[in-house]
């Protein structure tokens, strides 16, 4: 049972232009979410997160929109730039273990800046 | 910023050895640490949280004598599988998060294990 989804293996995007990577969710206890950038043979680098009472954060490039009612969250990186070109993981942390730090990860997308 | 180190970062080994990986908070002290499990294409899948002093939690279907945790400081956490088979090369990656912060999780690089 895969709680967290991202549906899209894969992104292409032109250097300069926005990506857009999506994620859902099935259980409405999660309230913190989470996205993390990998590299190949390196561990996943914190990005940015939101909060269940927040429906956007800011950072930068960076910017995380929450739609709880539908259970989607998105990640906007704006303008996008070669040097994003890795995996992004959405993760997030149920209500009941908030405070152990305990998270459950989407697949991952793949994304691709192309100069 | 955090940084989380994990070593080794790639092992081959015979069938029935048992492996040990190190995970360590090098510049905070962690009472909670994870280790996940990470299959091709896969997303990465919780085994165990790892708690200093105490035993850890395993996920379910994750098995306890297989997969050692041990805890013994506030900046390392140990994994080890035990009589490795085949069936368990995979990708192993720890991480942890700050004392009193449950958020955000900050990640080793993880370990490339091949059983042969």
């Known amino acids: 049972d895969q709680q967290v989804k991202q549906n899209s293996p894969s992104l292409s995007v032109q250097e300069g232009r926005i990506s857009i990577l999506n994620c859902d969710y099935t259980?409405?206890?999660?309230?913190?979410f989470l996205w993390y950038k990998k590299y190949p043979a390196e561990g996943p680098t914190f990005l940015i997160s939101i909060s269940s009472i927040k429906d956007k954060n800011e950072d930068g490039r960076f910017t995380v929109f929450l739609n709880k009612s539908a259970k989607h969250l998105s990640l906007h990186i704006v303008p996008s730039q070669p040097g994003d070109s890795a995996v992004y993981f959405c993760?997030?942390?149920?209500?009941?273990?908030?405070?152990?730090?305990?998270?459950?990860f989407g697949q991952g997308t793949t994304l691709q800046v192309k100069p | 910023g955090a940084v989380v180190s994990q070593h080794p970062s790639r092992v081959i080994c015979k069938s029935g050895t048992s492996v040990k990986i190190e995970c360590r908070s090098l510049?905070?002290?962690?009472?909670?640490m994870f280790w996940y499990r990470q299959f091709p294409k896969k997303s990465l899948m919780l085994m165990a949280t790892?708690?200093?002093?105490?035993?850890?939690?395993?996920e379910q279907g994750v098995e306890k004598d297989k997969f050692l945790i041990n805890h013994a400081s506030l900046t390392l956490s140990t994994l080890t599988v035990t009589s490795a088979h085949p069936e368990d090369s995979s990708f192993y990656i720890c991480s942890a998060a700050r004392t009193g912060a449950a958020q955000p999780q900050h990640f080793g690089d993880g370990t490339r294990l091949s059983i042969l």
């Open positions: 510049d905070f002290q962690a009472t909670t």
């Open positions: 259980n409405s206890m999660f309230d913190y």
């Open positions: 993760a997030a942390s149920p209500l009941a273990s908030s405070n152990t730090g305990k998270l459950i």
């Open positions: 790892s708690n200093e002093g105490s035993k850890a939690t395993y």
